[in-house]
C-alpha cells in the first residue's frame, strides 16, 4: 500500500477516541507503550474463549489448541524478523528479560580485561545487565560517546574496536533522540573484530521490519508492547549456534529434557530458555499485533511518520526558548525537548490538562541527560495512527504554556 488512510486506523484502536480532562486525547507517549488495535483484543480474547490451557503438555484438544496458537505466534515472529528457524526465537517478558539473558549467557566468555561496549545512548536495560555481569567476571563496560547531534561518534566506535572488546551491545533506535543507528554498518565492523553483537530493538520494531539475515547480527531483542501488542511479552532472537552454547538464565519446567539429582539436562532451542509456564496469551496477541502492523505496509507507514517528524520540526521553531535534544540526520518521529524557564515535568502536567500525553523526565537513560546536562526532557512520540492535527494541537498547546510562564 502506498498511503495511510489514518482517519480508518484510528477505528481500530478504541482507546484513542475518548476525551480526557475534557479534550480529546492526543495520545504522543508511543515510545513508552503504544496502544492495541482491535485485532489485538478479539485474538486475545477468542484465545481465553476458545483455546486456553496450558501448553506443550499434549493430551487434551485444548492443550493442542493452545500449544498450536503459541507456537503459530513464534512462527509469525520468525517470519516478521526473517530468522532462519523458530528455534533462534525465544519468548521473554520483554526486551529487558531478553537482555539479562544474553548478559548472563555470556558471562563464561567475558574475564578481566574484556570489554563490553555500549553506547552513550543506551536504555538502562541496556547498561545495568552489563555492569552486573562486568562485576561478575572482572569485564568492563566501555560507553561509545555521541555527537552534540545525538549521533553515535563514529570515530570513538571505531577506537574502541580493539583486541579487548568482545560484546558490542547497542540500541537500533535510541528512545530518547529517535536515532536510528547504523546498526547493519556497526554490526558489520564488530563482527569483523570477533565481537558477539546484541541489539536493542525495542524502539525500533514500531517503526521498521528488521532483518536478521541481513543485519547478521547475534542477539535482537525487542518488546510487545511497543510494537502495539501486549504488555508482559517479548522477543529474543538470538543465532542458534550462541544460543546451544549459552547456559540459561532460569531454571524450572519447560526448560529441561531430564532432571535427576545428579544431573539436569537443557531441552532444546528456544524452550532451553523458557522456563515456566510461558505467556500464552501475549504471545498470540503479540502475533495478532505483527499481522495488524504488518498488514498496514511499512513503506506507508514510514511516509505517514516522517510527514509527522517534518511538521513538527518545522513547528519547533516557531516556539521562543523551545529547542530539541536529537537531531540526528536518521530519525523516527521522537521529540526530546526543553523550553527555557519551564521545567520538562511541569510540561508534561500542563500538556496533560489539554488531553495531551507526552512522557517527561530522563526516559530510563540517565548517561544521556548527563552528556546533554539536562535533568530530564519532555518527550513526544509518534506513531502511524497520529495525525498531523495532532502535532498541530501539541504546538498550540505548547504556545500557550510558553505564553502563559513568559507573562
Ligand atoms: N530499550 C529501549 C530502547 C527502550 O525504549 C525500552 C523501553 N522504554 C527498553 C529497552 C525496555 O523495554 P521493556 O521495559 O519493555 O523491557
Given at each position: 500500500k502506498q498511503t495511510l488512510d489514518v482517519n480508518a486506523i484510528r477505528k481500530?484502536?478504541?482507546?484513542?477516541s475518548q476525551t480526557v480532562n475534557g479534550k480529546p486525547l492526543v495520545y504522543l507517549d508511543n515510545g513508552a507503550s503504544a496502544q492495541k488495535p482491535v485485532a489485538v483484543l478479539d485474538a486475545m480474547e477468542r484465545y481465553f474463549r476458545e483455546c486456553h490451557s496450558n501448553v506443550?503438555?499434549?493430551?487434551?484438544t485444548l492443550g493442542d489448541r493452545a500449544t498450536a496458537a503459541f507456537e503459530g505466534a513464534r512462527e509469525t515472529v520468525r517470519n516478521f524478523i526473517n530468522a532462519r528457524s523458530t528455534r533462534e526465537i525465544v519468548w521473554t517478558r520483554g526486551t529487558t528479560e531478553a537482555i539479562n539473558t544474553v548478559a548472563n549467557g555470556l558471562a563464561p566468555r567475558l574475564g578481566p580485561g574484556d570489554e563490553i561496549l555500549v553506547s552513550m545512548m543506551e536504555h538502562h536495560a541496556n547498561i545495568v545487565p552489563w555492569q552486573m555481569v562486568a562485576e561478575r567476571t572482572g569485564a568492563t563496560v566501555k560507553p561509545i560517546q555521541v555527537t552534540p547531534?545525538?549521533?553515535?561518534?563514529m570515530e570513538v566506535f571505531e577506537s574502541l574496536l580493539t583486541d579487548k572488546a568482545k560484546v558490542l551491545a547497542i540500541t537500533h533506535v535510541s528512545n530518547v533522540l529517535g536515532t536510528v543507528n547504523p546498526i547493519k554498518d556497526l554490526i558489520a565492523k564488530a563482527k569483523a573484530k570477533g565481537l558477539v553483537t546484541v541489539i536493542d530493538g525495542a524502539q525500533a520494531v514500531p517503526h521498521y521490519r528488521p532483518d536478521m539475515q541481513a543485519l547478521d547480527c547475534d542477539f535482537y531483542a525487542f518488546s510487545g508492547h511497543k510494537l502495539f501488542g501486549p504488555t508482559g511479552i517479548g522477543v529474543l532472537y538470538g543465532r542458534e549456534s550462541l544460543l546451544e552454547e549459552m547456559p540459561p538464565f532460569m531454571g524450572g519446567g519447560e526448560m529441561i529434557e531430564r532432571v535427576t539429582f545428579e544431573k539436569t539436562t537443557w531441552n532444546t532451542?528456544?524452550?532451553?530458555?523458557?522456563?515456566?509456564?510461558?505467556p500464552i496469551a501475549e504471545a498470540v496477541g503479540l502475533g495478532a499485533a505483527i499481522d495488524y502492523v504488518e498488514g498496514l505496509g511499512r513503506t506507508a507507514m514510514e511516509t505517514a511518520e516522517q510527514a509527522l517528524l517534518q511538521r513538527a520540526n518545522e513547528l519547533?521553531?516557531?516556539?521562543?526558548?523551545m529547542s530539541l535534544i536529537g537531531t540526528a540526520a536518521h530519525k523516527v518521529p521522537v521529540l526530546s525537548f526543553k523550553i527555557d524557564g519551564l521545567h520538562p515535568s511541569d510540561i508534561g502536567t500542563l500538556l496533560d490538562q489539554q488531553g495531551i500525553a507526552i512522557r517527561t523526565g530522563h526516559h530510563c537513560a540517565m548517561p544521556l541527560m548527563d552528556f546533554f546536562s539536562v535533568p530530564g526532557t519532555a518527550r513526544a512520540s509518534f506513531a502511524f495512527y497520529n495525525t498531523l492535527d495532532e502535532v498541530e494541537q501539541l504546538f498550540a498547546a505548547l504556545h500557550k504554556i510558553q505564553r502563559l510562564f513568559a507573562e
Open positions: 481500530d484502536f478504541p482507546i484513542l506443550h503438555r499434549g493430551a487434551h547531534q545525538g549521533e553515535l561518534d532451542l528456544p524452550y532451553k530458555f523458557e522456563a515456566g509456564t510461558p519547533v521553531e516557531t516556539v521562543p526558548g
